[in-house]
């Protein structure tokens, strides 16, 4: 069946470092591709997406390119703030499919 | 909009109780998730909804019951609660996207219930 892995945590960074969480999936066909991020005592929220390759998903600095050849789509971002320390999942949803597969996220923290 | 609205926020049952965990969304969404997030474990989908009186089972469905008899609202129901069932419960609904001509399915997460058991 399908699958997400992604890089164990926990990640610490200093304010204003590079920021790379690996992920890859295993699916069939074309699924599509989701990072999700949940903040402290909350619910998980959408943070980018792409729904085919080669596409980039991009949304407060983070970006992730669907890499079809490698299976993957691995979240960066130039410069991490304090405000940024949160657990990041990445996530799939199959070719035609409703149900999302997460991966078991990663928990950034970031130090000022 | 309120988005997706859970209640209760915490919960401490005793071994062999029951209770209902509820789910509301007010953004008319068709399909509907219960997941359950456990420490290092990621989400698993415990029972999902396509559509009012439409239920189906996730991953890991037992123990637990659903039903759907309204668009609005998925509550998830826990028989003879077991220290297993210690968790954080999340609910969701989603609505299915077009970008490019490819289809996505966006999930909308509720606050969380967090139920232990003991």
């Known amino acids: 069946g399908d699958s997400v892995t992604q890089m164990e945590g926990p990640v610490t960074l200093s304010e204003e470092a590079f920021l790379t969480i690996n992920c890859t999936y295993t699916a069939t066909g074309y699924p599509s591709l989701f990072w999700y991020v949940q903040y402290p005592g909350e619910g998980l929220q959408l943070l980018l997406k792409a729904t085919k390759a080669d596409d980039k998903g991009s949304n407060k600095g983070f970006e992730a390119t669907y890499r079809k050849e490698t299976t993957s789509f691995h979240l960066e971002k130039g410069s991490v703030q304090v405000s940024d320390s949160a657990v990041y999942f990445c996530a799939l949803t199959g070719t035609g499919g409703f149900k999302t597969i997460f991966g078991a996220g990663t928990r950034l923290f970031v130090k000022a | 909009n309120a988005g997706v609205t859970q209640t209760p926020k915490f919960r401490i049952l005793k071994i062999g109780q029951s209770m209902t965990l509820q789910c509301t969304q007010d953004?008319?969404?068709?399909?509907m998730y219960w997941y359950r997030q456990d420490p290092g474990m990621g989400l698993k989908l415990i029972y999902y909804s396509v559509g009012a009186g439409i239920t189906d089972k996730g991953e890991v469905p037992n123990g637990y019951n659903v039903s759907r008899s309204t668009t609005e609202d998925f509550p998830l129901r826990l028989e003879l609660a077991a220290p297993s069932q210690t968790s954080v419960y999340f609910c969701a609904s989603s609505y299915p996207i077009r970008t490019g001509g490819r289809g996505a399915n966006v999930l909308t997460f509720g606050a969380g219930s967090r139920l232990t058991v003991l």
């Open positions: 953004m008319n969404h068709n399909y």
